[in-house]
Protein backbone atom coordinates (compact mmCIF):
# COMPACT_ATOMS: atom_id res chain seq x y z
CA UNK A 1 0.00 0.00 0.00
CA UNK A 2 1.72 3.15 -1.30
CA UNK A 3 1.18 5.74 1.84
CA UNK A 4 2.62 8.86 -0.47
CA UNK A 5 0.67 11.73 0.25
CA UNK A 6 1.26 14.39 -2.86
CA UNK A 7 1.37 17.69 -1.57
CA UNK A 8 -1.19 20.37 -3.04
CA UNK A 9 0.05 22.04 -6.33
CA UNK A 10 -1.32 25.58 -8.00
CA UNK A 11 0.45 26.90 -10.33
CA UNK A 12 -1.17 29.76 -10.65
CA UNK A 13 -0.70 30.85 -7.39
CA UNK A 14 3.54 30.49 -8.01
CA UNK A 15 3.13 32.62 -10.81
CA UNK A 16 1.50 35.16 -8.78
CA UNK A 17 3.92 34.77 -6.42
CA UNK A 18 7.24 35.58 -8.93
CA UNK A 19 5.60 38.65 -9.99
CA UNK A 20 5.73 40.07 -6.54
CA UNK A 21 8.28 41.90 -4.97
CA UNK A 22 10.72 39.93 -2.59
CA UNK A 23 10.02 39.88 1.26
CA UNK A 24 13.67 40.65 2.56
CA UNK A 25 13.95 43.73 0.18
CA UNK A 26 10.89 45.08 0.30
CA UNK A 27 11.57 44.84 4.52
CA UNK A 28 14.40 46.17 4.07
CA UNK A 29 13.69 49.00 1.65
CA UNK A 30 15.84 47.50 -1.01
CA UNK A 31 15.18 47.08 -5.07
CA UNK A 32 14.87 43.69 -6.11
CA UNK A 33 18.07 41.55 -6.95
CA UNK A 34 16.76 40.11 -10.32
CA UNK A 35 14.54 37.07 -10.78
CA UNK A 36 12.11 36.41 -7.79
CA UNK A 37 11.94 32.72 -6.85
CA UNK A 38 8.90 30.92 -4.97
CA UNK A 39 10.52 29.48 -1.96
CA UNK A 40 8.06 27.08 -0.11
CA UNK A 41 8.62 28.28 3.07
CA UNK A 42 5.29 26.03 5.06
CA UNK A 43 5.94 23.27 7.21
CA UNK A 44 7.25 19.80 5.50
CA UNK A 45 8.90 16.61 5.93
CA UNK A 46 12.80 16.08 5.37
CA UNK A 47 12.88 16.48 1.54
CA UNK A 48 10.04 17.43 0.93
CA UNK A 49 8.22 20.60 -0.22
CA UNK A 50 5.58 21.74 1.53
CA UNK A 51 2.43 23.21 -0.03
CA UNK A 52 2.18 25.55 -3.08
CA UNK A 53 0.22 28.01 -1.00
CA UNK A 54 2.41 28.39 1.46
CA UNK A 55 5.48 30.16 -1.21
CA UNK A 56 7.08 33.42 -0.57
CA UNK A 57 8.83 35.68 -3.10
CA UNK A 58 12.75 35.77 -2.73
CA UNK A 59 14.91 37.21 -5.04
CA UNK A 60 18.15 35.42 -5.96
CA UNK A 61 20.48 36.71 -2.88
CA UNK A 62 17.60 35.88 -0.48
CA UNK A 63 16.94 32.65 -2.17
CA UNK A 64 20.18 31.30 -3.40
CA UNK A 65 22.32 28.88 -1.78
CA UNK A 66 25.56 30.38 -2.48
CA UNK A 67 24.46 33.26 -0.84
CA UNK A 68 25.28 34.57 2.64
CA UNK A 69 22.15 36.38 3.18
CA UNK A 70 19.71 33.85 1.65
CA UNK A 71 16.63 31.60 3.50
CA UNK A 72 19.02 28.30 2.13
CA UNK A 73 22.07 29.59 4.30
CA UNK A 74 20.75 31.20 7.08
CA UNK A 75 17.69 28.73 7.70
CA UNK A 76 15.65 29.49 10.67
CA UNK A 77 17.38 32.34 11.41
CA UNK A 78 16.28 33.77 8.01
CA UNK A 79 12.79 34.81 9.93
CA UNK A 80 14.73 36.83 12.88
CA UNK A 81 17.03 38.32 10.79
CA UNK A 82 14.94 40.23 8.43
CA UNK A 83 12.43 40.54 11.48
CA UNK A 84 9.67 38.70 8.88
CA UNK A 85 6.58 36.61 10.46
CA UNK A 86 6.28 33.01 8.20
CA UNK A 87 2.97 32.19 8.76
CA UNK A 88 2.02 36.30 8.89
CA UNK A 89 2.99 36.55 5.49
CA UNK A 90 1.83 33.45 3.91
CA UNK A 91 -1.24 34.60 5.09
CA UNK A 92 -1.01 38.14 3.06
CA UNK A 93 -0.07 36.84 0.39
CA UNK A 94 -2.69 34.30 0.00
CA UNK A 95 -5.25 36.79 1.61
CA UNK A 96 -3.38 39.48 -1.42
CA UNK A 97 -3.63 36.57 -4.13
CA UNK A 98 -7.34 34.88 -3.29
CA UNK A 99 -8.13 39.18 -3.48
CA UNK A 100 -6.48 40.08 -7.02
CA UNK A 101 -7.64 37.03 -8.62
CA UNK A 102 -11.20 37.29 -7.23
CA UNK A 103 -10.60 33.65 -6.01
CA UNK A 104 -12.56 32.78 -2.78
CA UNK A 105 -10.62 31.71 0.24
CA UNK A 106 -9.99 28.04 0.77
Known amino acids: MN ?3 QRPRDFSYMSFIK ?3 CCAC ?3 RLLNFGTIYAHHAGPHGLSQKSPDR ?3 PLCWRHHDRNST ?3 HTLGKRFWLVYGLDRNALIEEL ?3 YD ?3 GRMAA
Open 3 to 5: TYK
Open 19 to 21: SQQ
Open 26 to 28: EKL
Open 54 to 56: TCI
Open 69 to 71: ASI
Open 94 to 96: NAR
Open 99 to 101: SEC
